[in-house]
């Protein structure tokens, strides 16, 4: 029996507007092909929000946010406020609020690697072949929302690092939950013997370990992750680990994929998912037709799965990226000198060739 959500996309700035239709096209034709109903909104947020209404997060978008089951983004940022810091209002600060707001503090981001792409990353494939890991992020605490403060003649800042005990218990419990139902290992990262927050971080974690004896845990230092993660990514099952760090991890991550193109990430809570593709606006693309849609379809493949529950139609989604890969097409991002280049497509010619498959 079909079911039937509300979704609101909000394609962003930049390349979110190209890639976010794909995504949005394969909520359609999954919706068409099992029966179910999939009624869409759209709505504003960052730079494109701002140059319409002056605010990154108008309350219309947030109105509407909470009104549906699932959101679907596309990026967030623009190159004018990179270059001006002084700017007061900046589109990341849109999407800070709606994470507040919604009350979003996981973000889980599957490392998934295709086959097809060992060749794309800069990691040796036998090193990567056989990774499979899925971060978990928290969202809600860290330096990004800690008090900040700024000498007026400009010879200091600071951000306030904090955390507290609830948001570590929240996280860490949906995590231990990921790693029961996957091969029982998580590993927490933290910054243990310099920071107060990761030594709060650790002991908590610790304490919910007790609960789960049938998941082997493991506590790493940043910086002994970061190192780990591309020496010996196959030691990863679930990662744990606070806003920053997780962060610049799943960054780093994203060579395991081959390409930022590729990767899908969820932010949730206890009410409505919110799903994008972790790769930024990238206006140096903007426009051009060339962006991987990739990573946006497999962001509506987390949606279905994790807000809707509808596990088989996500892997259909997945198996059918998975097929255009080995089929031998590619964008840009992830295609290499052995690639023909009439095997070479643009958005459009890439998500089409997924949502044929699914039809």
């Known amino acids: 029996m079909g079911i039937n959500k509300k979704i609101l996309v909000i394609p962003g700035d930049g390349i979110g507007q190209e890639v976010t239709e794909w995504g949005k096209q394969a909520l359609q034709a999954i919706a068409e092909k099992h029966g179910h109903t999939f009624s869409f909104d759209e709505a504003l947020m960052g730079h494109v929000a701002i140059e319409a209404t002056g605010d990154p997060l108008p309350q219309e ?6 009104a549906s089951d699932a959101i679907l983004f596309g990026a967030i940022g623009h190159a004018k406020y990179d270059n001006d810091p002084s700017l007061k209002v900046r589109p ?11 009350g979003l503090y996981a973000n889980l981001r599957p490392i998934r690697l ?26 809600t605490g860290d330096v990004y929302f800690g008090e900040k403060k700024k000498a007026e003649d400009g010879s200091w800042a600071s951000d306030l690092m904090s955390y507290q005990r609830y948001e570590v218990e929240r996280i860490a419990r949906k995590a231990f939950e990921a790693a029961r139902a996957r091969r029982r290992k998580l590993c927490s990262v933290d910054k243990a013997n310099v920071l107060e927050t990761s ?11 007790a609960e789960y004896p049938d998941v082997e845990t493991e506590h790493m230092f940043i910086d002994n992750a970061a190192m780990q993660l591309v020496k010996d990514p196959k030691r990863f099952d679930v990662v744990l680990t606070a806003n920053l760090f997780g962060d610049i991890l799943t960054d780093e991550a994203s060579q395991i ?6 990767l899908a990430s969820a932010s949730v809570g206890d009410t409505t998912g919110f799903y994008e593709p972790i790769h930024g606006s990238a206006h140096d693309i903007a426009g051009k037709g060339i962006a991987n849609p990739l990573a946006s379809i497999l962001s509506a493949a987390l949606m279905l799965e994790i807000s809707f529950g509808l596990k088989d139609e996500a892997e259909a989604l997945v198996k059918a990226v998975d097929h255009t890969l080995k089929q031998g097409y590619r964008t840009l991002d992830i ?8 095997f070479v497509l643009g958005t459009s010619a890439m998500g089409g060739k997924v949502i044929a498959l699914l039809q």
């Not at 978008?61 to 909470?66: G, I, S, V």
């Not at 295609?335 to 009439?342: L, Q």
């Open 61 to 66: 978008t947030l109105d509407k946010a909470r």
């Open 92 to 102: 990341e600060q849109g999407l800070l609020k709606i994470r507040k707001e919604l």
């Open 114 to 139: 295709f086959d097809e792409l060992l060749g794309a990353s800069s990691i040796r494939p036998e090193i990567l072949s056989g990774a499979d890991i899925l971060f978990f992020r928290e969202l």
């Open 199 to 209: 030594r709060l971080w650790r002991a908590v974690v610790q304490q919910i370990a």
């Open 257 to 262: 994929a081959g390409s930022m193109g590729m």
């Open 335 to 342: 295609a290499d000198k052995k690639i023909p280049n009439d």
